[in-house]
């Protein structure tokens, strides 16, 4: 599913890696060319596992306060049916259609009109036209980067409106959650089909399609590396950031409006969810140019797994949290609260620091210091698909030292810090640092298989130098 996005390997390429849209091994691009049995087993258990996922969690808080476990009892024992659960599911509303419309209208054209200004008067910021990286077939994107102007203009129209205009109540997301559920659903399965149909009759590119002559597969993992409607608009870069990431923050006001409308306060636990998730929102759209050297944009084909994952998984499973502390608003004492924000502020400074030096050693070439000293690298080569040889450099200095997957780690302490807010009534706010921990393991095991095929025997001496992967001395 839609995941936040990570980057791989800390490595530098020689400056003649380019040239002439020399690109690297067919294998160690993106999804599959082929299917095994295990790899369409799991596709089929996600497309029909991930939705049921997504309703049961929601349909938990709205009809069992939260409970994992009381829709199973209430079917074991027959004090309900599934037509009685399905029965009090909101269905979809002309409001919640007109509502989820206005939202995505507006995010397209923020995106796709609006050219950005903010890299203009914001120092450090990168922002404007922006290139991505080579894609299989040799192409480099242009790209509009402007989510932190987006995500600025929507947030200062709904502080406008809460405290001045008054338009709609700022607990319009709340009071809508389950038919906008039904909305954000429609978009992300026609925009997935939309994206397949697309791939087959009328690629943007088709030399960076691949087809493995399974539906399902085909479906759920892109067949389009970048799938375009004109010059500008990437449905990568516009689904994996916005709608979703734009509204996550929005969705957690919302929340917090509701508690406060129910309860008369907004507790501590529900400040820390919106800070702390708030920091990481802000830092991807900050770092949104940085965000097209990513697994997401460099490896990742479009399909349902971004498509739908964005729409729905996103928006839904990643703000649990707030949605939990609705119904239940726990307040934390001063201790809890204090090491819940330390947890989620290290884990912020790791993940960002540790990004923040695989960037600068690329920018440079390694001509950089980490940790004030000059980097150690290990030299490596690879053979392109046209048979020309390249050469890299891996850092084992500062946190890639330490670990190979150090951003990850900070990455899981962060989620932990949301879950943790929400104390431990329930299992369902802890979903969320679950799901988190298996999909970046699977995520580093996917980027060092590929980098084991890439480098082979200089990926060999890179690991004997950096033995674990996330937790020092432990994996």
């Known amino acids: 599913m839609a995941a936040k996005s990570q980057p791989d390997a800390p490595q530098t390429k020689s400056r003649d890696s380019f040239a002439n849209g020399g690109a690297a091994t067919q294998g160690q691009w993106g999804r599959a060319w082929e299917v095994d049995w295990f790899s369409l087993a799991s596709v089929l258990f996600l497309l029909l596992l991930a939705p049921f996922i997504v309703y049961y969690f929601i349909m ?93 203009i929507t947030h200062l129209l709904w502080f406008a409106n809460s405290h001045f205009l008054s338009l709609f109540s700022p607990t319009i997301i709340f009071d809508n959650w389950i038919p906008l559920l039904w909305c954000a659903n429609i978009l992300g399965y026609t925009v997935s089909t939309f994206a397949m149909i697309k791939g087959y009759f009328f690629p943007t590119n088709a030399k960076d399609c691949k087809f493995t002559g399974n539906f399902f597969y085909d479906y759920m993992m892109g067949i389009e590396f970048n799938p375009r409607i004109g010059k500008w608009f990437d449905f990568k870069l516009f689904f994996n950031g916005r709608p979703g990431i734009v509204a996550w923050t929005l969705i957690n006001l919302s929340f917090a409006a509701k508690q406060r409308e129910l309860y008369g306060q907004v507790t501590n636990a529900m400040v820390l969810v919106n800070v702390l998730q708030a920091i990481y929102v802000l830092d991807f759209f900050w770092n949104e140019a940085w965000y097209l050297k990513t697994i997401d944009i460099c490896h990742d084909h479009f399909g349902w797994y971004l498509g739908w994952g964005d729409c729905v998984w996103l928006p839904y499973l990643y703000t649990l949290q707030g949605l939990y502390l609705v119904y239940h608003p726990v307040q934390l004492s001063t201790p ?140």
Not at 371 to 390: F, L, M, N, Q
Not at 391 to 398: A, F, R
Not at 423 to 451: A, K, N, Q
């Open 60 to 152: 938990a808080c709205d009809q069992y306060g939260c409970s994992l476990t009381a829709p199973v009892v209430d079917l074991a024992t027959g004090r309900a049916r599934l037509a009685d659960i399905w029965a009090k599911t909101p269905p979809v509303t002309k409001e919640a259609a007109q509502l989820y419309a206005l939202w995505v209208t507006f995010q397209v054209l923020l995106y796709s009109a609006l050219p950005d200004f903010c890299h203009k008067f914001l120092p450090g910021y990168v922002g404007g036209v922006q290139e991505g990286a080579v894609t299989p077939a040799g192409v480099i994107n242009k790209y509009e980067i402007n989510g932190l102007q987006a995500w600025l």
């Open 336 to 475: 809890h609260a204090a090491g819940v924000l330390l947890l989620g502020l290290l884990g912020y400074y790791i993940f960002r620091m540790a990004n923040h030096q695989k960037d600068l050693f690329r920018r440079t070439d390694g001509r950089c210091l980490i940790w004030g000293r000059k980097p150690r690298v290990i030299e490596c080569s690879y053979t392109s698909a046209d048979g020309r040889r390249h050469h890299s450099k891996l850092l084992v200095s500062g946190f890639w030292g330490v670990a190979r997957h150090l951003n990850y780690t900070g990455d899981l302490m962060g989620s932990l810090a949301y879950c943790l807010a929400c104390g431990g009534g329930h299992l369902l706010p802890y979903f969320y640092i679950i799901y988190m921990t298996i999909l970046l393991t699977h995520r580093c095991l996917r980027d060092e298989h590929r980098c084991a095929s890439k480098y082979g025997g200089d990926w060999a001496r890179y690991t004997a130098a950096v033995p674990h992967r996330l937790l020092p001395g432990i994996f």
